[in-house]
Nanobody, 124 residues
Framework: QVQLVESGGGLVQAGDSLRLSCAVT????????AGWFRQAPGKEREFVAS????????PYADSVEGRFTISRDDAKNTVYLQMNSLKPEDTAVYYC?????????????????WGQGTQVTVSS
């Protein structure tokens, strides 16, 4: 079984930065891609960013392109999401997810395991 634990969320002001972490533990796969999604109140869960197994591919949602950066440290089995220039519309619960294989994808249904989420609130 694979467990994902997110951390790093909080309450910040517009323009501030946060870094989210996702610790991947348990019986991890020999290779996996990872992603970050978010869900605001009353809205569907949406794609934010993904990273391939080797970190060579990192697709982003248009709304965060240029402000957010996804990365991974496989020695620590941890995936990160650096969020800069935060906006009130970034307010949401952020979820980490992993999928077997090497390819990064925006497709929510492609992910096999999910974390419990961490709240990010950006005040104006």
């Amino acid at each position: 079984q694979v467990q994902l634990v997110e951390s790093g969320g909080g309450l910040v002001q517009a323009g501030d930065s946060l870094r989210l972490s996702c610790a991947v533990t348990g019986r991890t796969f020999s290779s996996y891609a990872a992603g970050w999604f978010r869900q605001a109140p009353g809205k569907e869960r949406e794609f934010v960013a993904s990273i391939s197994w080797a970190g060579m591919s990192t697709p982003y949602a248009d709304s965060v392109e240029g402000r957010f950066t996804i990365s991974r440290d496989d020695a620590k089995n941890t995936v990160y999401l650096q969020m800069n220039s935060l906006k009130p519309e970034d307010t949401a619960v952020y979820y980490c997810a992993v999928r077997r294989g090497t390819i990064a994808t925006k497709e929510r249904r492609s992910y096999d395991y999910w974390g419990q989420g961490t709240q990010v609130t950006v005040s104006s």
